[in-house]
């Protein structure tokens, strides 16, 4: 069964109610004539294959992306759904194979390669319900070749659904149903729908036939036409010139983990000697590690609350009045006591006077107490808020590879943003009133007791270092245990990021007990160094009240020697056993402080090591030219390129490439040859290792980069929208105010208004994380207005119009030609036939330009590497 119609008219919405995602309000949804609410919902997924236009991959190895398919399984069935789905080639060219991270959502891979691991997952699953949404719209013609014969393959026996833009991809099917506007309003098969010349099938088809033209066209070089009927066993074959806008790139998604905090970024990569891999990988290091072994300086949290500083003064003042009510406490209790031996007339009186001492001392912790704690917490709530937008602020200007690291994955990053500013906050916060209140007890409980009885009180005192011994030691014991638990705990966030981030998919492979099970493993470490953290904290902080009842005891046996010698009184004893009580809790508090200021430390030196990072490519300074006349002259002089993260393998060597102004550029090659990388390159999201990019004439390095970024436009694979609405979406665009006719006119020009103003909230609609909300095109044309908003001077486009239906694609391709005209545009393409029209067209293979020219002059080198490619892309149509 194959569902066809425009996009956002409910295709892919029938494979939601298939799965479960959602409920239908009224009707019922049946499988062999059960309604599918009686049927048990984890059993019924597992009989239900899904592969989706948009790969989702978890952040682990390939091995276990592959095993979601299958609890258990066996290396042998992993080896064969990698073989069936064309994966293996690539995979086994990795350093660490089957091992290799994939990144978060899988941005150390290329599209097409993404895509066939998670069509290895699905083939694994084995189902008998198999859905398939635009399954292998992200391959090059042969690997699409190869996984659409192993899905034909896996198909035999299997009822399947397929959801398809391209109609000449899904003629074969059993039954094609037409749904419009949330209605199916023709069914048959390919031969019996387009008997009706006035059906809405035909005319679909009629639309796309324009296309398949131009596909033919393509060939006609190499006497390899081919008719419009030939064009179509796999998904998403036909695409017009207009759809060039390549397939398998990794510069959308890497732009969007720089973006979302869902903050995730790119990379991808294979061996250049044959190398498909290449378009995808971003390089990062180690950069928080070291760094945070460092020690944390006091004096610089205290630099960050500077405007604050007049807070925690009064704050101060009213935490050290609190500490002083303490030995205070004591000299009246002393005082008191020695009333009771006195005459009853002489009592009564005594005791109204201490009674009112003892009022005056709650009255005055009645206003210091609320007073201490609200100025401190108030100082702590504007540093966490400061420290947060700080980092903040760092994090989105730090270069692209920086993400590339799994250390600074969304989880980690989200992590150091919330629980890290929260724990800085007990340095400055509750704990520093509280060392301030200590310290004023301290102060003043040895000036009462030196003062009553120097003697007694130096006796004392001795037993006192032990203590604040006992404190540094549980401090430092305490402190490996709170960065090792800080790390799992990140590890632990990335794996909730991940399965939340990916609710579909999880609850479509029936993987909720798999992340589970992760998830708890991952809080298990911890938990563990918890309890040994347990252990010590609490041995030391009894070991602090043994101290604290010795001093007592030792006051009480000396004291009395004391008065029993005459060198005290009884009044003396009490005045210093209590001031020296006081001063005796304020040190074991100080000491119970110790885990809380190990966190504390630890969560600063992770936000000073964000801090003090230098961006290598950072948007935020104002350094650089500005060129005062963008004519989008691109000129590549002998790049040679690794990516940090995978310095092995090499994707650019002496790579060569003049774009002239204007002028439209078409880069072709396997998937994962490096083609995206031009455009990370262009960018400025990585640099080369050898060599210089021109603008112009300009090295783009002695560019402004903000400045640069605004001259190029990019619109991805992979739609990236933020949890925000359609309007705000589209204005992001544009620096500065955007007017509501400019948001309308470019929302027209993408083809988007009509569906934005059949939304029930029109442009204030939410779009959902990541655009969830709306539909794969849907998403694509809010993508493509938010680049004609920006008015670019030089155009990148990578499957620009890839998600789109037939008559959506022809009218936003429209609107991107003239978009393109006068500009300099640069187009990345699976699919050779679609770039036919382009001014030059750029072979890339093993990190060269291998061939470029047009279409007709490379056509005419029969052995040549283009024409190879064309005919194997003729073949496979």
């Not at 010139?241 to 905090?261: A, D, L, Y």
């Not at 030089?794 to 391709?813: F, H, I, K, Y």
Request: charge should be neutral; include cysteine; proline fraction near 3%.
């Amino acid at each position: 069964m194959a569902l066809v119609g425009e996009s956002g008219s409910g295709k892919s919405t029938v494979i939601s109610l298939v799965e479960r995602f959602y409920d239908p309000q009224a009707g019922e949804v049946l499988i062999d004539g059960v309604n599918l609410k009686e049927l048990k919902l984890t059993w019924i997924r597992e009989k239900i294959g899904l592969v989706s236009q948009e790969p989702i991959l978890f952040t682990t190895t390939i091995k276990e992306n592959i095993e979601y398919g299958k609890e258990g399984a066996t290396m042998d069935e992993i080896r064969r759904a990698m073989e069936l789905a064309n994966a293996a080639k690539f995979v086994d060219k990795l350093p660490n194979g089957l091992n290799t991270m994939v990144g978060e959502h899988g941005t150390q891979l290329s599209g097409g390669q993404k895509q066939r691991i998670a069509i290895a997952r699905a083939i694994l699953k084995n189902p008998r319900i198999l859905l398939l949404d635009e399954a292998t719209s992200a391959l090059d013609a042969e690997s699409e070749r190869i996984v659409q014969d192993a899905l034909v393959k896996i198909m035999v026996d299997r009822t399947t659904i397929v959801i398809a833009h391209r109609l000449t991809t899904v003629k074969n099917a059993d039954k094609i149903s037409v749904v419009q506007r949330g209605k199916l309003i023709e069914q048959g098969s390919h031969a019996e729908l387009i008997m009706n010349p006035d059906g809405a099938y035909s005319q679909l088809i009629r639309l796309q036939e324009v296309n398949s033209g131009k596909e033919e066209a393509a060939t006609v070089g190499l006497g390899k036409q081919t008719s419009t009927s030939s064009v179509g066993r796999s998904y998403s074959r036909n695409l017009s010139f207009e759809r060039s806008i390549s397939r398998g790139s990794s510069v959308g998604r890497s732009s969007r983990r720089s973006f979302t905090i869902n903050l995730g970024i790119p990379a991808a990569v294979e061996y250049l000697t044959d190398q498909p891999i290449g378009d995808e990988v971003g390089g990062g290091e180690h950069n928080c590690s070291d760094k945070e072994k460092r020690k944390v300086s006091v004096r610089r949290l205290v630099s960050l609350n500077m405007p604050e500083i007049p807070i925690l003064l009064l704050g101060s003042i009213a935490a050290a009045v609190g500490g002083v009510i303490l030995p205070v406490f004591g000299v009246l209790i002393s005082s008191a006591i020695k009333t009771f031996y006195e005459p009853p007339q002489q009592l009564r009186k005594d005791a109204r006077f201490w009674a009112l001492m003892y009022v005056l001392l709650g009255v005055i912790s009645f206003i210091t107490v609320p007073v201490q704690h609200f100025l401190f917490g108030l100082a702590g709530g504007k540093l966490i808020e400061r420290i947060r937008s700080l980092s903040f602020k760092k994090v989105v200007y730090q270069e692209v590879s920086w993400f590339d690291d799994p250390e600074n994955s969304s989880g980690a990053i989200g992590a150091r943003l919330s629980a890290d500013a929260a724990s800085i906050k007990s340095l400055v916060g509750d704990s520093l009133a509280l060392m301030v209140q200590n310290l004023a007890t301290v102060t003043a409980g040895l000036a009462i007791a030196m003062f009553a009885n120097w003697k007694l009180a130096l006796v004392v005192l001795v037993i006192l270092p032990l203590m604040g011994a006992q404190g540094y030691a549980q401090m430092r014991f305490l402190k490996g245990f709170s960065s090792d638990a800080k790390k799992m705990y990140e590890e632990a966030s990335q794996v909730a990021n991940d399965a939340v981030g990916s609710i579909r998919t999880v609850a479509s492979f029936c993987a909720e007990r798999k992340v589970m099970s992760i998830y708890a493993e991952k809080c298990d470490a911890p938990m563990q160094q918890g309890v040994r953290q347990g252990v010590i904290s609490g041995l030391g902080y009894g070991f602090s009240y043994l101290l604290l009842y010795c001093t007592y005891a030792l006051c009480f046996y000396v004291g009395a020697r004391f008065v029993h010698d005459g060198t005290a009184t009884f009044s003396q004893v009490f005045r210093v056993f209590f001031a020296l009580t006081m001063v005796a809790v304020g040190v074991s508090q100080s000491s119970a402080m110790g885990p809380d200021a190990s966190k504390a430390k630890h969560a600063a030196a992770s936000i000073f090591a964000i801090l003090d990072r230098k961006s290598k490519i950072d948007a935020s300074v104002n350094e650089g030219t500005e060129l005062a006349n963008v004519r989008g002259e691109i000129e590549f002089q002998h790049v040679s390129f690794k990516y940090p993260t995978r310095p092995d393998v090499q994707i650019f060597r002496d790579l060569c490439l003049t774009i002239h102004s204007g002028k439209t550029v078409a880069l072709v090659g396997e998937s994962g040859c490096g083609k995206s990388t031009v455009i990370a390159l262009l960018e400025r999201f990585y640099d080369p290792d050898e060599g210089m990019i021109l603008l112009d004439g300009v090295e783009i390095r002695s560019l402004k980069i903000s400045w640069l970024r605004r001259q190029m436009g990019l619109v991805g694979q992979e739609p990236v929208l933020f949890n925000d609405t359609i309007r705000a979406n589209i204005a992001y665009g544009k620096q500065g105010n955007v007017t509501e006719e400019e948001i309308i006119t470019v929302a027209e020009a993408a083809n988007a208004h009509r569906f934005i103003s059949a939304l029930p909230q029109g442009y204030e609609t939410n779009v959902g994380e990541r655009g969830v909300q709306l539909s794969g095109g849907q998403k694509q044309r809010i993508a493509i207005a938010r680049a004609i908003l920006k008015d670019p001077k030089v155009l990148l486009l990578d499957e620009a119009t890839s998600a789109l239906d037939a008559e959506s694609e022809r009218v936003v391709q429209d609107a991107l030609d003239k978009v393109m005209v006068g500009r300099t545009t640069i187009v990345v393409a699976h699919r050779l036939s679609t770039i036919t029209g382009a001014d030059v067209i750029a072979v890339v293979k093993d990190g060269v330009i291998a061939e470029q020219g047009r279409h007709e002059m490379l056509l005419k080198n029969a052995n040549g590497v283009y024409a190879s490619l064309v005919a194997l892309h003729s073949s496979s149509t």
